[in-house]
């Protein structure tokens, strides 16, 4: 069975500065997704960033990217220039892929709850 | 294009009840899944429905089912309720069961 792993339960960095949040998995499947999603206290669950494993170059969307060690099964994500807006819950994801190209359903890490300090 | 919705957004009950939710999807995805988010167990999975076929299915009792519309519509539904059942119930939808899924607002369920 696949796990996925948040080592960092919360985590504080200043504006404007840059902070990893950390997430490993484990997985005996060669294709698969990883994803980073964001749930601010509003609760509704945001995309921020999508990995496929078989892809070696590293996703990056804006101020966000990711460090995809598939050998290590580490997937980071960097928040770089951070803002108050970025205060939320991160949660690290993994997703199957099926034979025939469907995805499996989606496992998450327990979260790393996110704060920007003005 | 309008986001994954899902109502009610509140819903108090009592032990024994049951209840519905409902999740409509992205206009044009077929595909819904449903987790339930707890905050010892986390976000588990609890099915998948794709063109109104229940696909896949989490670790949860028969207690915890499903349906999908001819319009992808998708309700879960909760009988006897117990005071574990309490979580933020969330719906995501994508276009097919190959892609990204998007999540709705979620539903506050309290089981007293």
């Known amino acids: 069975a696949q796990t996925v792993t948040q080592s960092q339960p919360e985590m504080s960095v200043q504006e404007a500065e840059t902070v990893t949040l950390s997430c490993t998995y484990d997985?005996?499947?060669?294709?698969?997704?990883l994803f980073w999603y964001k749930q601010p206290p509003s609760r509704q669950m945001i995309l921020v960033i999508r990995?496929?494993?078989?892809?070696?170059q590293n996703a990056t969307e804006n101020r966000f990217s990711v460090n995809f060690q598939k050998a290590a099964k580490s997937f980071s994500l960097k928040i770089s220039d951070s803002q108050l807006g970025d205060t939320a819950m991160y949660f690290c994801?993994?997703?199957?892929?099926?034979?025939?190209?469907?995805?499996?359903?989606?496992?998450f890490g327990k979260g790393t709850k996110l704060s920007v300090k003005p | 294009k309008a986001g994954v919705t899902q109502t009610p957004r509140y819903l108090i009950k009592t032990r024994g009840q049951q209840v519905t939710l409902s999740c409509s999807p992205i206009?044009?995805?077929?595909?819904v899944s449903w987790y339930q988010q707890t905050p010892g167990q986390g976000l588990q999975f609890l099915f998948e429905?794709?063109?109104?076929?229940?696909?896949n299915k989490g670790n949860f009792p028969g207690r915890f089912s499903g349906r999908q519309f001819s319009n992808s519509r998708s309700e879960m539904n909760v009988s006897t309720l117990e005071l574990g059942d309490s979580a933020l119930y969330l719906c995501?939808?994508?276009?097919?069961?190959?892609?990204?899924?998007?999540f709705g607002p979620g539903t506050r369920l309290t089981v007293l």
């Open positions: 429905y794709f063109s109104e076929t229940q696909r």
């Open positions: 990995q496929e494993a078989y892809k070696q």
């Open positions: 997985t005996s499947e060669n294709n698969y997704y």
């Open positions: 206009s044009g995805h077929r595909s």
């Open positions: 995501a939808s994508s276009q097919s069961t190959a892609d990204t899924q998007y």
């Open positions: 994801a993994f997703q199957t892929r099926l034979y025939g190209g469907s995805q499996g359903n989606l496992i």
